[in-house]
């Protein structure tokens, strides 16, 4: 009894706690504050950790926050997809404001070779972000506190630190993840708090708050720059080039506190090895901080410093100290940990307190860190002019906007390019003005280019917290190779425009666009909605001296719904718009088949769904969600798995179905009712792990090839290492096509790169004809398989199309939509949706 008597008694404390903490609770005890300076309570009504602030209450205190205070400046970068402000707050002395301009100029210097420069004299930029995960919130409910310390704060010791010091702080990474799980947990909040953890408020709904709109991780984003949110803080990053760069996140609910570095040996070989040493150094700083208010923590183990797409490992290959920290999550208000009652406010005060760790370590070592970043830039340019690679040169001869959206990437992260001077052959592949570009390698920082380009397949290591490849060309499905001069480069590309397009004149016979840009199937789509008919040709030919290659588009101008003028200005029209250049012809005589063949099969509007919900990964179906909305204008209905067997299927003329967090995605009674659409005339679509579910609900019959791996002399302690080397985390392999199966439509070349992240291996098909995507015998291009895995992938399919029905059946094993950034095998997707029904 007198047992139970006590749990109360702290369960007691702990709620207590949670619910009445002040910013005292926070903030350091021997400092004064300004009284002027509003405390965030004044402005959003509560104390900082009894609600979870929602983004609009964030944004209204930070902008307070600087109207009040002479050591803050405010700016919105631009906007999330939801239309929410992208803020950044300068923090630094007046007298640094009225100079800002100049300190920025000057930090630049560091990396530009100024030797004049003495780096004792020099501000640090100290960058911090918070709660890139919307789930994550201790960060950026902290950076309520940490602002107003920043504002507030009196005495000698915070204005010579500010005096010395530029802060960036960006008080939430993901602004509409943070308001959809704020709304979450305060919704489901009693006045008695409750720690249990089955309680509802810590078990978000689907998709749930870690991502954006889209429901993309924007913590892979930071290389790849896709996403508006990201844009923005890349576009600061490379303004300031900071020295330090912190992001804060949250872990599994039994864990304590990580912060970097982490694995030794899963560091990036890019990396430089002092960046480690910095970063350790600094790490004492944050172990000291946590000591003192006896919070557990722990270091190098679990996270890398790999993948340069994430915010702690991107800094580290341009000259700057990324740094992780991961708290354990409350994931509400209050519940139940192996560590004891976790309170969202304690996960607060740990992200304070290591904010203001980072900045003490900052202060200290400010002249090594400056020394360290001027030193990288001044070995950058030597490592440029030893480098026999003088340059790259990248493009695709039938498809400059694709071409472009690369170059886009380059250009957002100051990397300098080149136009190609003219049409020239380089390694058996023709690289076209207009089309290509040049990337000299002697230039600000070729590591980064480097951690774009290359290919890399023998690691230290076997386990990764990421993906271990992501080589750009191969993503865009781009020819690229190394130049040994520049006499192939044009003018530096200074006036970045997108590819122009257009139709060259009337017709009153027909028009005519190739498969294989970017944004043909915006265009196609764009003409079926409009009612027109249009045809693909299932053969090459060639018109009036041009040559015409499989999947050409065909838009006859008679028995069309409109004239043939205003024909013509509305494929213009959205020529235009796509960048894609539609030629008018005035026969249908060919060299191969005639327009007027049989081979030129009509094409249907789609009317396309998508399975989400409870099942389905979000990540997977928010990158085919996203590519439809924001890069194709191809309207897709979300139909959730919850209310699946209600919807009347009959209107959709597609149905994808994304990889699954299980193979059970739907029941039998679902299986059965898209049987008996599909039957009906149906393509049903599946991706990644849907190929257990196809198999078990007979939908194919799969052959699937499976490891015999048993562990020999493996000791426990060994085991995760043993099952971890076997996950292909995320790589790249080459693949054969059959260019004439309308799977591969709009591919030049007759070899593709996939990335993969799964273990399904299939066995090809008897008839070769059936087989139109294979890897080849030797498929690794760049990133980690184990052996045993190697010998599965050789010549097995990534793809399996079957007739059932009038319907068909389409899986890819492959995620062709990878984050976005993998644009090079988008078109396998848009050609199973527009030509489905000639496989």
């Known amino acids: 009894m007198r047992l139970i008597c006590s749990l109360l008694f702290v369960f007691f404390c702990f709620t207590l706690t949670a619910q009445n903490v002040t910013l005292d609770y926070y903030l350091p005890d021997d400092v004064t504050y300004d009284q002027n300076i509003p405390k965030p309570s004044e402005i959003i009504g509560h104390e900082v950790g009894e609600w979870h602030v929602t983004h609009d209450k964030l944004m209204f205190y930070m902008q307070q926050l600087a109207a009040s205070s002479d050591r803050i400046t405010i700016e919105n970068r631009g906007e999330t997809f939801e239309g929410r402000p992208i803020l950044l707050l300068t923090i630094t002395t007046p007298e640094n404001h009225q100079n800002i301009e100049n300190i920025r100029q000057q930090h630049i210097g560091l990396s530009e070779g100024n030797t004049g420069l003495n780096t004792s004299e020099i501000p640090i930029i100290v960058y911090q972000g918070f709660s890139i995960h919307g789930n994550e919130p201790s960060g950026s409910n902290a950076s309520l506190a940490y602002a107003y310390y920043l504002a507030a704060a009196q005495g000698p010791e915070i204005e010579a630190m500010l005096d010395n010091m530029v802060v960036l702080l960006d008080p939430c990474f993901n602004p509409d993840g943070l308001q959809r799980f704020a709304y979450w947990a305060n919704v489901n909040k009693s006045k008695n708090l409750n720690p249990d953890n089955n309680e509802r408020e810590y078990h978000e709904v689907w998709p749930g708050g870690r991502t954006n709109h889209y429901w993309f991780d924007m913590n892979r984003d930071w290389l790849p720059v896709q996403l508006p949110e990201s844009r923005a803080r890349i576009e600061t990053f490379h303004k300031w080039l900071p020295n330090i760069l912190t992001d804060h996140h949250e872990m599994g609910t039994n864990s304590t506190f990580f912060f970097q570095p982490g694995e030794p040996s899963r560091v990036n070989p890019l990396t430089p090895k002092i960046n480690q040493e ?111 690679t003088k340059a790259i040169v990248f493009g695709d001869s039938k498809d400059a906007y694709k071409t472009w959206h690369l170059a886009e990437i380059l250009n957002r992260h100051k990397i300098k390019f080149h136009e190609l001077a003219s049409d020239t052959k380089i390694g058996g592949e023709t690289y076209k003005k207009g089309y290509s570009y040049v990337v000299p390698m002697n230039q600000k920082n070729p590591r980064l280019i480097n951690a774009m380009f290359e290919k890399r397949t023998t690691f230290q290591d076997s386990l990764f917290y990421d993906i271990s490849a992501w080589t750009f060309p191969l993503a865009f499905n781009l020819d690229y190779a190394n130049l040994t001069s520049l006499s192939n480069a044009g003018d530096e590309v200074i006036d970045f425009k ?39 040709a299932k053969s090459p030919f060639t018109l009036e001296g041009k040559d015409y290659d499989y999947g050409t588009i065909m838009i006859p101008v008679h028995n069309q719904e409109m004239n043939p003028k205003e024909l013509h200005g509305f494929l213009n029209e959205i020529a235009k718009e796509s960048g894609i250049k539609i030629t008018a012809v005035s026969t249908g005589l060919t060299q191969g088949i005639d327009l007027g063949s049989n081979d030129f099969d009509p094409i249907e509007k789609q009317k396309v769904a998508i399975l989400v919900g409870d099942g389905i990964r979000p990540y997977d179906a928010g990158e085919i969600w996203h590519l439809f909305d924001t890069r194709y204008d191809i309207k897709i209905t979300k139909i959730d798995t919850r209310y699946f067997n209600t919807v009347d299927l009959t209107e959709y003329s597609d149905l994808i179905i994304p990889s699954g967090w299980r193979s059970s995605i739907l029941d039998k009674k679902g299986a059965e009712k898209i049987k008996s659409w599909v039957k009906s005339g149906g393509t049903i679509i599946g991706y990644r792990n849907t190929a257990n579910w196809f198999k078990k609900h007979e939908f194919l019959k799969l052959q699937m090839k499976e490891d015999t791996l048993v562990a020999k002399n493996i000791p426990f302690d060994r085991k995760r290492d043993f099952s971890g080397a076997q996950v292909t985390g995320g790589a790249i392999f080459e693949a054969k096509l059959d260019r004439s199966h309308p799977i591969n439509y709009g591919y030049k070349n007759d070899k593709l790169a996939l990335f993969r992240n799964t273990n399904i291996y299939l066995k090809p098909e008897k008839n070769s004809y059936d087989n139109p995507i294979q890897y080849t015998n030797d498929p690794l291009l760049s990133g980690y398989i184990s052996e045993e895995n190697e010998e599965l992938i050789k010549n097995s399919v990534p793809f399996k199309v079957k007739r059932m029905g009038k319907g068909r059946v389409v899986l890819f094993t492959d995620n062709t939509n990878f984050r976005a950034f993998w644009y090079g095998t988008n078109k396998l997707l848009m050609n199973a949706i527009f030509f489905g029904q000639m496989m």
């Open 498 to 536: 997108p590819p122009s397009g257009g139709v060259d004149k009337q017709s009153n016979y027909a028009y005519l666009f190739e498969w294989n840009e970017y944004y043909s199937p915006k265009v196609l789509n764009k003409i079926l909605e409009k009612g027109l008919r249009a045809k693909t």
């Open 278 to 388: 910095l970063t350790k150094e600094i790490g004492t700083y944050h172990a000291k901080a946590l000591d003192k208010i006896g919070s557990l923590y722990y270091s190098e183990e679990n996270y890398d410093d790999y993948y340069y797409g994430k915010g702690s490992t991107f800094p580290d290959v341009n000259g700057s100290i990324g740094i992780l920290f991961e708290q354990g999550s409350s994931r509400g208000h209050i519940q139940e940990s192996e560590n004891g009652i976790l309170t969202f406010p304690f996960t607060i005060r740990n992200q304070f307190t290591t904010a203001m760790s980072t900045i003490e370590a900052a202060k200290n070592m400010r002249t090594k860190i400056l020394d360290y970043q001027q030193k990288f830039y001044g070995d950058m340019r030597n490592e440029a002019a030893k480098s026999k």
